[in-house]
């Protein structure tokens, strides 16, 4: 029986206005894991009402009330870890150390956002009046629209709330429509569960060909203060320009195409198993994942052998196995959008050295790639799954050039074992993260996460997030009676 789910306006499930609802499908078997409501115009109006309303409460409690709401909620996330594995093994697929990995860190960003609450925040400035006191002091927006996507669905979603709300901000969210309750409900449930006020989180989740409309009338609302969207680089660059369009900031998490860089003094084996990782991770549907895999030549034939091996060695299938690192694609229209690359890719040149071939539904194989050409629409394009490309670089300058030949610049990982060259090789990469010693993904909930170029801009986590989602305000107290010219 499938699940069913309405919107949250204002503490309360309600239907959609219009009675309508969508399917929410099972990326493995197909079927369909629930219904959910459709929400129109005039929801979305309905939820922004609540979130104004109960913007001048929120933003006015205590601050140690507000602390122990998001301490509460990390517990009770922690404490739903299975319930969470099955809601993402059915909803996006997820395999369960995926989903493991996304309670933990999304229960860990709740308690980022607890100590964010009470953390020293505004600056004493001197003035230029006598005996006056300057402040530059940090205050909340208001409403704040964000939008979660479905691939790493509880951390994004988690993410896409709890920096707005520990800065004072209610908040509007419409979640991606292929995972609606683990990056948006489920988020909400905790939350509620928790503590939190009614009205000061909202969830609008809506079918897929009104996603465009719901997004544009949800930014367009004045009462709406600021946006923040994790999302394709696509889709990123209209959320960007609806909100410049109404002068309202915004933060943007979008697309990478990042490379993991193996320098000629790396340990080979440890090489192996961090870009194994780093491009098979969740299937590759990470936006940190390693599409681009640089291997000093020096290393190559080793490096190749051992990783055309381990890839070929991970079992692929059902996400809700204990033992398979390759689940299936968000979709099976996904899974065909890869199989279009890696075809493309080997009809221009291109060499399969483990994997390639048709998906099975949703679940394309571990595929790694070798002398694809500039030509290929995979050579730039970011591939979204578990596929990767393997190139080989002769000195330090020429694995620089490489992988900053894309128009994104999210994260890189440089595999060495001496960290002063691999500082220096990373002081030229043109990204908004980068790890030495170590592969491209990874997420920590006090640091700030966001990316360069066309992978966005605006950071994410610890003081970073708070500054995205409030105002620096100047406010002066005069100690004396000033002087004036007339």
């Known amino acids: 029986m499938p699940v069913t789910r309405d919107l949250l306006i204002g503490g309360k499930d309600v239907p959609a206005a219009s009675g309508r ?46 602390r122990a709401i998001f301490l509460r909620a990390a517990d009770l996330l922690d404490g739903r870890a299975e319930d969470v594995a099955a809601l993402m093994a059915h909803e996006a697929g997820g395999t369960r150390p995926w989903a493991y990995f996304n309670v933990g860190l999304a229960a860990n960003i709740f308690r980022e956002a607890a100590a964010a609450v009470t953390a020293p925040r505004g600056e004493v400035l001197n003035a230029q009046e006598e005996g006056a006191l300057g402040l530059a002091v940090r205050e909340p927006l208001g409403v704040v629209a964000a939008f979660a996507p479905w691939n790493a669905p ?3 979603g988690a993410r896409a709330v709890a920096a707005p709300l520990a800065a004072g901000n ?8 292929d995972a609606p309750i683990a990056c ?30 719901i997004a544009e009338v949800l930014i367009a609302d004045p009462r709406v203060r600021a946006v923040n969207f994790t999302g394709s680089t696509g889709v990123g660059r209209i959320i960007g320009t609806h909100a410049a369009r109404h002068l309202k900031p915004a933060v943007l998490e979008l697309g990478g195409k990042n490379s993991v860089i193996v320098l000629d003094d790396a340990d080979v084996d440890y090489a192996v198993d961090a870009v194994t990782f780093s491009v098979f991770m969740n299937s590759g549907q990470i936006c940190m994942s390693g599409d681009r895999v640089l291997v000093h030549s020096s290393l190559a034939e080793e490096f190749t052998g051992k990783l055309a091996a381990k890839v070929a060695s991970l079992r692929a299938g059902d996400p809700s196995h204990p033992h398979t690192v390759v689940g299936p694609l968000v979709t099976a229209a996904a899974a065909q959008r890869v199989a279009g690359l890696v075809k493309d890719a080997v009809a221009k ?4 050295l483990t994997g390639g071939g048709e998906p099975e539904g949703a679940v394309h194989p571990a595929t790694v790639l070798t002398d694809v050409p500039k030509d290929a629409d995979l050579y730039y394009t970011e591939a ?7 190139e080989t670089f002769t000195d330090d300058a020429e694995a620089v050039a490489v992988a900053n030949d894309t128009e994104n610049g999210l994260t890189c990982g440089i595999i060495t074992e001496n960290a002063t060259r691999g500082l220096q090789v990373a002081r030229r990469i043109r990204t908004g993260i980068v790890h030495i010693n170590d592969q491209s993904v990874a997420d920590e909930p006090h640091a700030p996460f966001g990316g360069a170029k066309a992978s966005g801009y605006g950071r994410f986590g610890g ?3 708070i500054e995205a989602f409030s105002n620096t305000r100047w406010v002066t107290l005069a100690t004396q009676q000033a002087h004036y010219p007339f």
Not at 22 to 43: I, K
Not at 349 to 352: H, K
Not at 384 to 390: D, I, K
């Open 170 to 177: 209610t908040v509007v969210v419409k979640p991606s429509e």
């Open 21 to 66: 609802v969508t399917e929410d499908l099972s990326p493995y078997t197909g079927e369909v894991y629930a219904t959910v409501a459709a929400a129109g115009a005039q929801d979305v109006s309905r939820a922004v009402d609540a979130a104004d309303a109960a913007f001048p409460a929120w933003a006015a409690l205590a601050p140690f009330a507000r």
């Open 349 to 352: 040149g291109a060499s399969v």
């Open 384 to 390: 979204f799954g578990p596929v990767c490309v393997l």
């Open 184 to 213: 948006g409900l489920l988020i909400a449930d905790v939350l509620r569960e928790a503590g939190l006020p009614d009205g000061v989180l909202n969830v609008v989740t809506n079918a897929p060909e009104d996603a465009a409309e």
């Open 154 to 156: 509880v951390i994004l």
């Open 463 to 465: 003081r970073w997030g």
